[in-house]
């Protein structure tokens, strides 16, 4: 019997979290990084992850992007 992967689970945080910040500190060099925050949601069965980052060379406010990982396949 297979099991089945549950996307929403504390276990996901912190390895979404640090992939996430080194992706954009290591790949994206027009960005400072202020902050990742990656929240369970099991009942969507999906993850929230906010990121918020500043442009470098621009005197903008902070930016933030929010969007849901949710998984492809069950």
Not at 37 to 56: A, K, L, S
Request: glycine share 2%; no cysteine; charged share 30%.
């Amino acid at each position: 019997k297979k099991k089945k992967i549950e996307l929403a689970t504390e276990d996901l945080v912190i390895p979404i979290q640090t992939e996430i910040e080194t992706t954009i500190t290591n790949f994206e060099p027009r960005v400072r990084l202020t902050d990742v925050f990656v929240t369970p949601r099991p009942d969507e069965n999906g993850i929230e992850v906010e990121i918020r980052y500043d442009i470098v060379g621009l005197s903008t406010p902070n930016q933030t992007v929010t969007f849901i990982l949710e998984p492809t396949r069950l």
